[in-house]
């Protein structure tokens, strides 16, 4: 990797996603550079999850797409997580059947080092209390915002440089929507990079540092997040101004 290009973590260039006889991503360029919090906004069926899922392989597509500087196409999710890029899916996928513990654990599952991940536990529970109150029940009976905090809990404790984000705050009461912002902004400043999928917008870009705006399946606009909060457009397409 070039001097230029050694602080980029992600980068996405001519990414195309079809499936079903939809063109759901045609043709996408973005990066996620070390240390910062990105975020891809947009309506639904703008093509941010699909390009989430291309990211770690569970749609096929087209393009280029590089982490660490290393070709993403071919490795399996197992892979990605040994590298470390985690994500945290739209939906949460937590295992229903098991218990807020060996949910926590099995985010862990590429690790050996027992006192790191006693560490990350504590650091888990820490940030989201609720689980550890509850952390011996089954997490199929959680709340929706529980299991967000699951999932997001579970991805951390694989120790990510990297850490997708995939509607986060999806289908959650006002009070969750704000503690698991708090999380996000919490984990970037404690020095994971972020990419941040959001239908929220303007919470999206009060702690992102950069934005890019998805239509239709393409990229209309990237900047710096609080220039993207002021620009027009942006406020009247995503903020109803």
Same mark, same amino acid.
């Given at each position: 990797?070039?001097?230029? /290009?050694?602080?980029?973590?992600?980068?996405? =260039?001519?990414?195309?996603?079809?499936?079903?006889?939809?063109?759901?991503?045609?043709?996408?360029?973005?990066?996620?550079?070390?240390?910062?919090?990105?975020?891809?906004?947009?309506? /639904?069926?703008?093509?941010?999850?699909?390009?989430?899922?291309?990211?770690?392989?569970?749609? $096929?597509?087209?393009? =280029?797409?590089?982490?660490?500087?290393? $070709?993403?196409?071919?490795?399996?999710?197992?892979?990605?997580?040994?590298?470390?890029?985690?994500?945290?899916?739209?939906?949460?996928?937590?295992?229903?059947?098991?218990?807020?513990?060996? /949910?926590?654990?099995?985010?862990?599952?590429?690790?050996?080092?027992?006192?790191?991940?006693?560490?990350?536990?504590?650091?888990?529970?820490?940030?989201?209390?609720?689980?550890?109150?509850?952390?011996?029940?089954?997490?199929?009976?959680?709340?929706?915002?529980?299991?967000?905090?699951?999932?997001?809990?579970?991805?951390?404790?694989?120790? $990510?440089?990297?850490?997708?984000?995939?509607?986060?705050?999806?289908?959650?009461?006002?009070?969750?929507?704000?503690?698991?912002?708090?999380?996000?902004?919490?984990?970037?400043?404690?020095?994971?990079?972020?990419?941040?999928?959001?239908?929220?917008? =303007?919470?999206?870009?009060?702690?992102?540092?950069?934005?890019?705006?998805?239509?239709?399946?393409?990229?209309?606009?990237?900047?710096?997040?609080?220039?993207?909060?002021?620009?027009?457009?942006?406020?009247?397409?995503?903020?109803?101004?």
């Amino acid at each position: 990797m070039s001097e230029a /290009n050694k602080d980029v973590l992600l980068q996405v =260039s001519g990414l195309k996603v079809a499936y079903g006889g939809i063109q759901a991503v045609k043709g996408v360029d973005f990066e996620v550079r070390r240390g910062e919090l990105v975020c891809l906004i947009g309506s /639904n069926g703008a093509g941010k999850t699909s390009t989430m899922k291309a990211i770690t392989g569970s749609l $096929p597509c087209s393009g =280029s797409m590089h982490y660490l500087g290393k $070709p993403l196409r071919g490795q399996g999710p197992w892979d990605l997580v040994r590298q470390g890029l985690a994500m945290v899916p739209e939906g949460r996928g937590v295992f229903t059947r098991m218990s807020i513990h060996e /949910n926590l654990l099995m985010g862990a599952f590429v690790r050996d080092d027992a006192d790191g991940i006693a560490a990350d536990l504590d650091r888990a529970y820490t940030l989201f209390p609720r689980l550890k109150e509850r952390q011996a029940q089954l997490a199929g009976t959680l709340s929706g915002g529980e299991q967000q905090m699951l999932a997001m809990g579970r991805a951390l404790m694989s120790r $990510p440089q990297l850490l997708l984000l995939d509607e986060p705050s999806m289908g959650l009461s006002p009070i969750m929507v704000d503690k698991i912002f708090e999380v996000v902004r919490e984990v970037h400043g404690q020095g994971t990079t972020v990419l941040l999928v959001e239908q929220n917008a =303007s919470r999206a870009l009060s702690i992102a540092d950069r934005g890019y705006v998805m239509e239709s399946g393409l990229i209309t606009l990237d900047g710096p997040a609080q220039q993207l909060l002021h620009d027009p457009a942006v406020r009247a397409a995503y903020l109803g101004e």
